[in-house]
């Protein structure tokens, strides 16, 4: 890393500690301020794993898991994107501890974190995959990232996936259309992934096009999230198969084609012009203000 790119990631580092030290000193109770406060002075820049592998087991016993309080408008600040939403006090200041002890050099932090991560608890993991959002070396943390979207456990899967920026900024098309498409697989919402629209490709679009055939096929109902990554890249069977949903499809299936065209970012072609003429004579723009994307699918949550 050249010294520019490391002052400017050195800032940031410090702007997320400032940010989180104050958040936690809100909220904490003086004797679990007392505790975060020595901790992240014996950690700063420090080379000891042991004392940092010590902190973060510590964390929730003596802050506790109560949820993140915390000012929107100054959190949007960090990053663009960046939402802890649903975070815990524990894994803000686990978030905290591993930033502060960034000893300036990328691969050592990024090392750091995979032997972390390797010996860490779903509580642990949860906390670390959040944070990606905040770390510095973010090409260098790729890989681990990539493990975490593997993740047969989906609070794991989402803790990367949902609410942070983080894959949409650095995941390759082949890395973000393996985690789109595993969200099928694991009954995860599509609702909280940041840059959905911005990072749709036709790959991603085909793809998920032959997974609904098979739904189809095997008689099994489709999430109507599927189509939003859809409408905007389909080729001829693309269109085939938004024709058919535009047909038979359910009532949410239907809002969601509508409101895909409506957010496409790239212009369209004749034939989803025509689809978006169907969706206006079937009253989609009246009946999907009844709607949003988190309530299209109720029988999908989001898991905290």
């Not at 995941?171 to 599509?190: E, G, P, R, T």
Request: charged letters at 20%; hydrophobic letters at 45%.
């Amino acid at each position: 890393m050249n010294s520019h790119i490391e002052h400017s990631e050195i800032n940031r580092i410090n702007r997320s500690l400032d940010w989180l030290s104050t958040t936690l000193h809100q909220q904490l109770d003086d004797a679990a301020n007392a505790w975060f406060v020595s901790q992240l002075a014996q950690l700063h820049n420090e080379a000891n794993e042991a004392k940092l592998f010590k902190a973060l087991g510590l964390a929730a016993r003596y802050v506790g898991k109560s949820s993140l309080l915390f000012n929107e408008q100054e959190a949007a600040k960090l990053r663009r994107g960046f939402d802890p939403t649903y975070w815990s006090v524990d894994q803000a200041v686990r978030v905290a501890f591993l930033l502060t002890s960034f000893v300036h050099q990328p691969d050592e932090f990024s090392a750091r974190l995979n032997r972390i991560a390797d010996s860490a608890e779903i509580n642990e993991l949860i906390a670390l995959y959040r944070g990606f959002a905040l770390y510095p070396a973010s090409a260098e943390l790729e890989p681990r990232a990539r493990e975490a979207i593997r993740s047969s456990m989906r609070p794991i899967f989402e803790a990367m996936a949902h609410r942070n920026p983080y894959p949409a900024d650095i995941f390759d098309q082949a890395a973000w259309n393996q985690m789109i498409v595993k969200c099928f697989f694991m009954d995860s919402a599509l609702w909280p992934i940041q840059g959905l629209e911005q990072r749709a490709n036709p790959e991603l679009a085909r793809i998920l096009v032959d997974l609904a055939h098979e739904r189809w096929a095997a008689g099994r109902a489709i999430n109507p999230e599927l189509w939003r990554c859809v409408a905007p890249h389909a080729d001829s069977t693309g269109l085939a198969a938004l024709d058919r949903v535009m047909s038979s499809g359910s009532e949410p299936e239907r809002i969601a084609v509508y409101w895909s065209l409506c957010d496409a970012t790239s212009p369209q072609t004749k034939e989803l012009q025509v689809l978006h003429q169907r969706c206006i004579q079937q009253d989609l723009s009246e009946k999907a203000l009844a709607f949003q994307w988190n309530t299209l699918n109720p029988a999908q949550l989001e898991t905290l």
